[in-house]
């Protein structure tokens, strides 16, 4: 197991991006027109064997946590539900309709949100079946939802086993008293385990759990407690995010103060703690933020070299295009990104009008599609290399200036025209990645000068 001192922690833990696109959502900059989006699609789909992955927001949650950075509908009753799936299944409907492709090839479906599971399984039911009847599953696709242990019910569970669900991705965020109370999510531990043992009766092969770190009022001994107790229930992943404080975005998160907030090298050392446990007990630092059992069908994906990172995190489908339905979902092709309207009315609406919901995207440069082919390297493989005519050289280049100080310090071994992270660089791969984030350092320069870490 590798330890990492606190002084690096402190040294070169910067806050950036989680780099589930590149350039990150921030530095879109370019929105194609519906067209290009569609000329996009059409060709990423073209080849004999190409598939794609389809993304469904589902925005229903039952309360409001306080600290959630989601976009989020709270929802009383189920009646706003079935008109919701109606115009996602529309939405589907047009892409058919106006890519002039009425059978989809699919290596990938996830439902996310909010709240999947705040659908019942008959609406589970009636949303996955009028999706899926117009799609050819290929023999290894990926099908994953999230679920939020307080609200999945056995029923729901078999629901989505009939189609083919084996991963699971279930919320538990922290188990202090005093945490679930501040973010207003109170949740057991005897929920999360019968939730975890009746999907893995039924079948679900992959469970992840979402922990996090700098919650509110969160301290060493929360993160103690949390992972004691979660880390015996043997989930497959592990996602360990940071807590992301935007209350100029979500304003249920000034429910509490910053005063509430570990911070600073508190916030630090709660990181550090959870890796660690997670590190002990057998677990395999995979990325950014992820964690996994050996074994796992990412580690396998890793090894074959076929380990892909996008907007819901890392997943093992190989697929050609993204198509992001429902409110705020996201998009991607090779060469171009895409978000749905953010605003649930504003979605509904344009759909109801016969009109693809599309709201803001971006169009890649040759240097956006070079720089991501490396970033998502080191994302995936913990290494990037080039040769002398790669399109980012005017990037590449400097970077390894920048990094120069990250090997003094043991974290990257550089190359001539190479990076590979080292056991001791993981926990720092999204500050080696900003290193080559050409977008975010035109933005703040201050980070490429000499006296920052990068
Ligand atoms: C859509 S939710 C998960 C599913 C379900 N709604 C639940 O809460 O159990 C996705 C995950 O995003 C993470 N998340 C939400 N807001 C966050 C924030 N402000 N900072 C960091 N992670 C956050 C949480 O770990 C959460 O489990
Ligand atoms: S954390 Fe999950 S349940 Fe809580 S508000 Fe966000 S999406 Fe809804």
Redesign the pocket.
């Known amino acids: 197991m590798t330890e990492v001192s606190t002084a690096l922690l402190q040294q070169y833990s910067l806050p950036g991006p989680r780099y589930t696109s590149y350039p990150a959502l921030p530095f879109w900059d370019t929105t194609p027109g519906p067209q290009q989006w569609l000329q996009h699609l059409d060709s990423a789909l073209a080849a004999p064997a190409a598939r794609a992955g389809l993304y469904v927001h589902l925005p229903f949650?039952s309360s409001?946590?306080t600290f959630?950075g989601?976009n989020?509908r709270v929802a009383r009753g189920h009646g706003a539900v079935q008109p919701y799936i109606d115009q996602v299944l529309r939405e589907f409907e047009l892409y058919r309709e106006q890519l002039g492709r009425p059978r989809w090839s699919i290596g990938e479906l996830q439902l996310g949100?909010?709240?999947p599971t705040f659908l019942d399984a008959a609406e589970l039911d009636a949303l996955l079946g009028g999706l899926l009847q117009h799609c050819d599953l290929t023999p290894d696709a990926s099908l994953a939802t999230e679920a939020?242990p307080r609200t999945t019910s056995s029923a729901q569970l078999q629901t989505l086993r009939r189609y083919g669900f084996t991963r699971l991705s279930l919320?538990v965020q922290c188990l202090d008293p005093r945490v679930q109370d501040i973010i207003n999510?109170v949740q057991t531990l005897a929920e999360l385990r019968a939730v975890t043992d009746n999907a893995r009766e039924l079948g679900f092969t992959s469970l992840n759990y979402d922990l996090i770190y700098g919650l509110p009022l969160q301290t060493a001994d929360s993160i103690e407690q949390t992972f004691a107790a979660v880390l015996r229930l043997r989930p497959e992943r592990v996602t360990y995010y940071g807590y992301t404080h935007v209350p100029w975005i979500r304003p249920s998160q000034r429910r509490f103060t910053e005063a509430d907030l570990p911070e600073g090298q508190a916030r630090l050392i709660l990181q550090h703690l959870g890796r660690k446990r997670l590190l002990e007990a057998g677990y395999i630092e995979l990325g950014v933020d992820q964690f996994v059992l050996p074994g796992e069908a990412l580690l396998q994906a890793q090894s074959a070299g076929l380990l892909q990172r996008q907007f819901m995190g890392y997943t093992p489908a190989n697929t050609q295009a993204l198509v992001g339905l429902g409110v705020s979902a996201l998009g991607a092709t090779g060469a171009s990104y895409m978000q749905n309207e953010k605003n649930l009315q504003n979605y509904q609406t344009r759909v109801q009008q016969g009109e693809l919901p599309l709201q803001r995207g971006h169009l890649l440069s040759a240097q956006d599609i070079a720089l991501r082919a490396h970033i998502m390297a080191l994302l995936t493989t913990y290494r990037a290399n080039w040769h002398s005519n790669d399109a980012a050289c005017a990037v590449l280049q400097p970077a390894l200036t920048r990094l120069a100080p990250l090997q003094a310090d043991g974290l990257v071994e550089l190359g001539e025209r190479s990076i590979t992270v080292t056991a001791t660089g993981r926990p720092f791969l999204r500050t080696i990645c900003m290193a080559l984030d050409a977008r975010l350092l035109a933005r703040s320069p201050e980070l490429a000068l000499g006296n920052s870490p990068l």
């Open positions: 949650c409001l946590c959630c989601c989020v949100g909010g709240t939020d919320g999510r």
